[in-house]
């Protein structure tokens, strides 16, 4: 509330420059992306025909959605397979990031080196040519993705499962993740970093009075730890979100690249939009029930 | 004298306690192991990449696939000028572009960015609430959900086809928007600006030499990302004229030619690898504290 009245006071000043600069990017945000937004809107409610010089818009209700949901064989399951895989890699990305920045802030030598290390992946493992080499799901020879050539070549994981006696759906279960980490590991790179900001700004007293009162290591993360970083938390959760929603890798990004590909632009739109609004809607969801039992808002 | 033995002796017990559960050299040893190991696994398909491209076809072709090579060649490497040779334009033509593009369009994003950032950190406008929200909302957008309306947009502006298709749509990007923004709100005092509005700067001598150098780590970490995604970037059917194709475009074409091509397809990657782990290594000191304030904040 203070600094809303501080803010006036100097910037009652400034409000015509402030749109003067915002300007080159405001021009730019409405051209390429709101103005889009709206128009791939339209395109779901209508049959869109390529013609010569343009295309060409009917608007004929719901009944690209109706078909995308009932007609299609494919789409439903690729929507929630992909939702699947968002709820249940979300909490092992957070977990698995907390844990190695924990890790990564103690003190010891090449501390640096390791940072970085795990940060490299968010550097390299962009662009689709990267993509393509490394994480190629297609099972054609020649397109054999890194990833899965490393868990043929170094660790034969089914052979492993199958000597641990383990069997049917937990050994291909196991199978899945152990080839996963990759991705996995490779998705954490931003989290990382961001959970170490958050634990280098927790004031070093609280651990030393914690440290006089006696508190075990243990009590020390649930009781200092884990609390101080619930806001950074919900910050890394929410980007794991966006990045697990717009994974270029995933298989319904691929299937809408693919759509565009091949010219289909009305039903893509409309699989775009119900897709954006159920994994919307999880997020939303899963906010909410932060902000219920947290008592806090999620605030940016 | 007497009194300060009874206090460290009656203080004993409970320091001991707190040592037991302090790290001891196992755990140091433990803790050091599973951070190679995951450093191992965050590095595998780069020394992936690295092996495949100095393995001589014969090895390429084994199923399943080796990790290491057992005879390294640089004959897929040697190749890469042969290869070079059959493109229309001259290689350097090329690489002219990819820099050109990149440098071009991550500085004009930065300054963008910037700018409007500063603004809806620091000014009180009508409709700064709303445009905060459409960040946030457009964060979740993947590009390919709009790349048909995107691409009628770019024909109708005649984009198509020139230097700008790779410039001027990336000016839209929210990231950078919002990454400054916090930053700002965390580290730029209103004082500072009223006080330099005082001593009569205007408004470009506030930005440039108050506001920049303040938020310095939040824009080399954005050069890191621009750059890392304009360099590696394909514009799909919007380039046509090898004049103005960039790099990745002919990784590609090399990448088309197959198993026989995989080779040298992971030598050119390892070569295109180069220009942004050297960003990175330039601007690595400040991406971890800019990374910090984009989420802590009062």
Redesign the interface.
């Known amino acids: 509330m203070k ?1 809303k009245k ?10 015509r ?3 003067m ?2 300007l ?3 021009i ?2 409405i ?7 709206f ?2 809107v339209r ?1 779901s409610f209508s049959e869109v025909t390529i013609v010569p010089g ?2 060409e818009k009917k608007f004929i209700g719901f009944a690209n959605y109706k078909e995308i949901l009932f007609s299609n064989p494919d789409y439903t399951d690729i929507v929630s397979s992909a939702i699947t895989a968002f709820l249940y890699q979300l909490p092992i990305i957070l977990l698995l990031s907390m844990v ?1 920045a924990i ?2 802030n ?1 003190k ?1 030598l090449g501390r640096t080196f ?8 968010v ?8 993509s ?3 994480f190629s799901s297609s099972s054609d ?2 397109n ?1 993705g ?2 899965e ?2 868990s ?3 660790i034969s994981v089914d052979e492993i499962v199958a000597d641990l006696g383990i069997s049917g759906g937990a050994a291909s279960y196991i199978t899945t993740m152990i080839s996963r ?2 991705d996995l ?2 998705n954490c ?2 989290q990382i ?2 959970f ?3 634990l ?2 927790i004031p070093s007293t609280l651990y030393e009075a914690s ?1 006089v009162e ?5 009590e020390e993360f649930w009781f200092i730890t884990f609390p101080m970083l619930s ?2 938390t919900v ?2 959760g929410v980007f794991t979100m ?1 990045q697990l ?2 994974n ?1 890798r995933s298989r319904i ?1 691929t299937l ?2 693919n759509n ?2 091949s010219a289909v ?1 009305d039903t ?2 409309a699989m ?2 119900f897709y ?1 609004l159920v994994s ?1 809607g999880i ?1 939303a969801f899963i906010l909410f029930c932060y902000s219920y039992f947290a008592g806090k808002r999620w605030k ?1 | 004298m007497n009194i300060i033995q009874k206090l460290q002796s009656s203080n004993s017990p ?1 320091r001991l ?2 040592r037991k ?3 001891s050299k196992f755990g ?1 040893i433990m ?2 192991l ?3 190991l ?2 191992l ?6 020394i ?2 690295v092996c ?1 491209s100095f393995k001589p076809l014969d090895e390429l072709l084994i ?5 290491f090579v057992k005879r390294p060649t640089i004959g897929n490497y040697k190749v890469l000028p042969d290869l070079m040779a059959s493109l229309k334009v001259p290689i350097s033509r090329y690489i002219f572009n990819s820099l050109m593009v990149s440098v071009v369009s991550t500085v004009i994003y930065i300054v ?2 910037a ?2 950032a ?3 950190a ?4 009508p409709g700064r609430k709303t ?2 929200w ?1 960040i ?1 909302f ?5 590009a ?7 691409y ?2 770019n024909s109708k ?1 005649h984009l198509i086809d020139t230097y700008w298709i790779y410039i ?2 990336h ?2 990007s ?1 990231l950078g ?2 990454l400054m923004k ?1 930053y700002i709100d965390g580290y730029i005092p ?1 004082a500072l ?2 006080a330099a ?1 005082i001593d009569g700067a205007s ?1 470009y001598r506030i ?1 440039w030499q108050i506001v920049m150098p303040i938020v310095r780590p939040a824009w080399l970490t954005l050069t ?1 990302f621009s750059f ?2 304009t ?4 514009p ?1 059917g919007t380039v046509f004229s090898e004049e103005i194709k960039t790099l ?1 475009q002919i ?2 074409q090399i ?1 088309a030619g ?2 026989a091509r ?1 080779g040298s ?2 030598a050119v ?1 390892v070569i ?2 180069i220009p ?2 050297l960003v ?1 290594l330039i601007s ?1 000191s400040n ?3 800019a ?6 904040k009062e």
């Not at chain 2, 696994?41 to 780069?46: D, V």
């Not at chain 2, 199923?63 to 990790?67: A, M, Q, R, V, Y």
């Open positions: 600094r501080k803010n006036q006071g100097i910037t009652a000043l400034k409000s420059y402030g749109r600069f915002t080159p990017w405001l730019g945000m051209i390429f992306f709101i103005i889009p937004l128009e791939a395109f343009g295309i190695l890790l990564l103690q010891f390791f940072r970085a290390l795990y940060f490299l992946p550097i390299i493992a962009s662009g689709p040519v990267l393509l080499l490394f020879l020649s054999l890194a990833s050539s490393i043929t070549s170094l980490i990759f590991i490779w790179g931003i970093v961001l170490l900001a958050g280098q700004s440290r006696g508190a075990t290591k243990w806001e950074v910050l890394v966006v929603i717009t270029d990004i809408l690249y565009i590909n632009y893509t739109s775009a939009w954006f919307g997020m940016a | 409970r306690a707190s559960y302090t790290r140091d803790m050091f599973l951070l190679a995951g450093g696994f965050s590095m595998l398909p780069l992936y990449a495949t199923f399943p696939p080796t990790f963008v960015a700018m409007a500063y603004v809806i620091k000014a009180t406008f445009i905060f459409i946030q457009a964060l979740m957008f993947n390919y959900t709009l790349a048909v309306p995107q009628l947009i502006l001027l749509p000016m839209a929210t928007v919002f916090q209103d600006l009223e509005k408004h930005f890191l890392r995604d360099w590696s970037a394909v799909n990745p990784v590609n990448t197959g198993l995989s397809a992971m990657t295109m690898m942004p782990i990175y690595q991406v971890l504290e990374m910090s304030s984009s989420g802590i």
